[in-house]
Antibody, heavy 121, light 110 residues
Framework: EVQVLESGGGLVQPGGSLRLSCAAS????????MSWVRRAPGKGLEWVAA????????YYADSVKGRFSISRDNSKDTLYLEMKSLRAEDTALYYC??????????????WGQGTMVTVSS | QSVLTQPPSASGTPGQRVTISCSGG????????VSWYQQLPRTAPKLLIY???QRPSGVPDRFSGSKSGTSASLAISGLRSEDEADYYC???????????FGGGTKLTVL
């Protein structure tokens, strides 16, 4: 079964850092663009970052630009999100999402169950 | 406030047909394709419609999508109790250089 599985969430203090991982299985990871999408408590979905299939191009929401970094290791079928200078408003369930094609602008086809990030002192 | 505007709620009775609208502008819906997602309580979002009106394998044909100008719609026919969920539209925004989601519509099956 095609799936992605997130890990790395947890409780972190404001200003702290965290690294999320997303392990992909049962598909050719290097052929697809990937994204991170989050949902804060009581709010809707918000796109966070995207990366092209090769890893050569990355894109960020203004709310995280300069603080978050998306990367991938195609040899390990794994996607990452490095988060720094975390704020309370970054508290959310973070989803890893596989695009339906190799084009980064395409729809989000496969979603993980999410990993919770809580920023609080 | 979301770039894409959806009604916060919608409702229908079993067997009925309901539609959910998604309104945007020329930099998003007007120039890019739209996708729709269903999120059941405590589960991950699920892709229902992509490229305006295409259904991924496994999505019933009760779900259909359309787009006209700067607006899009999701139609659900033969409404079932298990369709009770949050529904989101999404598209790329050329001005923001990234995907944007609607605020979500909570569908209640009466």
């Amino acid at each position: 079964e095609v799936q992605v599985l997130e890990s790395g969430g947890g409780l972190v203090q404001p200003g702290g850092s965290l690294r999320l991982s997303c392990a992909a299985s049962e598909f050719s990871f290097s052929d697809f663009a990937m994204s991170w999408v989050r949902r804060a408590p009581g709010k809707g979905l918000e796109w966070v970052a995207a990366i092209a299939s090769s890893g050569g191009s990355t894109y960020y929401a203004d709310s995280v630009k300069g603080r978050f970094s998306i990367s991938r290791d195609n040899s390990k079928d794994t996607l990452y999100l490095e988060m720094k200078s975390l704020r309370a408003e970054d508290t959310a369930l973070y989803y890893c999402a596989k695009c339906i094609s190799g084009w980064y602008r395409d729809a989000f086809h496969i979603w993980g169950q999410g990993t919770m990030v809580t920023v609080s002192s | 406030q979301s770039v894409l505007t959806q009604p916060p709620s919608a409702s229908g009775t079993p067997g009925q047909r309901v539609t959910i609208s998604c309104s945007g502008g020329t930099s998003n819906i007007g120039s890019n394709s739209v996708s729709w997602y269903q999120q059941l309580p405590r589960t991950a979002p699920k892709l229902l419609i992509y490229r305006n009106n295409q259904r991924p394998s496994g999505v019933p044909d009760r779900f259909s999508g359309s787009k006209s100008g700067t607006s899009a719609s999701l139609a659900i026919s033969g409404l079932r109790s298990e369709d009770e969920a949050d529904y989101y539209c999404a598209t790329w925004d050329d001005s923001l250089s990234g995907p944007v989601f609607g605020g979500g519509t909570k569908l209640t099956v009466l």
